[in-house]
């Protein structure tokens, strides 16, 4: 089946650095791929939809400045967080549209001190 | 957007019970999954059901697409069952998550 790849699992920063996640598609191509956050004991929160060779889309309230993303080829693309606070310490997922449903990365576990 | 309503919000079981978890939504959609989230946070896919009713072991799950609702049964409840069990739809591209229910298995 379809697998989406994300790395790396887990990361800690400090505060006021920057955090790139990867989101690969292994064996399909994903010309659109959706990035999600989601707090602790919270739902998923869609905070982006990334267009392969465009710009992303962001959903109302999320800061496209502190949240980059690049999808540069149909089997990858990165979410980069900029400048990153411990607010920004969340559980960031991606995930990829196919015909039965949508697949997920394994998501990245980001704590920023 | 479309609106997920799950419930119930937390469901405690001893091992052996069943158990359904419901799932309304507010518009038509022409996709619904429902999902096990493990302790690590990977998303486990249990079902695509836009309409229907699917089997899968102890797990069923069927949906109502006129009357804008879906039912996840679990059967036979097993401790390894615990985690969050989440509802997600889409109308078009973007899909919208419940809150979740967390389903609590006593051994």
């Known amino acids: 089946g379809a697998v989406v790849s994300q790395h790396p699992s887990r990361v800690i920063c400090k505060s006021g650095t920057s955090v790139k996640i990867e989101c690969r598609s292994l064996?399909?191509?994903?010309?659109?791929m959706f990035w999600y956050r989601q707090f602790p004991k919270q739902s998923l929160m869609l905070m982006a939809t990334?267009?392969?060779?465009?710009?992303?889309?962001?959903e109302q309230g999320v800061e496209k400045d502190k949240f980059l993303i690049n999808h540069a080829s149909l089997t990858l693309s990165t979410l980069t967080v900029t400048s990153a606070h411990p607010e920004d310490s969340s559980f960031y997922i991606c995930?990829?549209?196919?015909?039965?449903?949508?697949?997920f990365g394994s998501g990245t576990r980001l704590t920023v001190v | 957007g479309i609106q997920v309503e799950q419930s119930p919000p937390d469901l405690i079981l001893q091992e052996g019970a069943n158990s359904t978890l419901r799932c309304n939504f507010s518009?038509?959609?022409?996709?619904l999954q429902w999902f096990h989230q493990n302790p690590w946070g990977q998303l486990i896919n249990l079902f695509y059901?836009?309409?229907g009713t699917k089997q899968n072991g102890r797990l069923s799950a069927t949906t109502v697409a006129t009357e804008r609702y879906s039912l996840l049964y679990i059967s036979s409840s097993q401790t390894t069952d615990s985690g969050v069990y989440f509802c997600?739809?889409?109308?078009?591209?973007?899909?919208?998550f419940g809150a979740g229910t967390t389903v609590t298995v006593r051994a």
């Open positions: 995930s990829a549209r196919q015909p039965y449903g949508y697949t």
């Open positions: 064996d399909f191509q994903a010309t659109t």
């Open positions: 990334s267009n392969e060779g465009s710009k992303a889309t962001y």
């Open positions: 518009d038509s959609v022409n996709n």
């Open positions: 059901i836009p309409s």
């Open positions: 997600a739809v889409a109308d078009d591209y973007k899909l919208s």
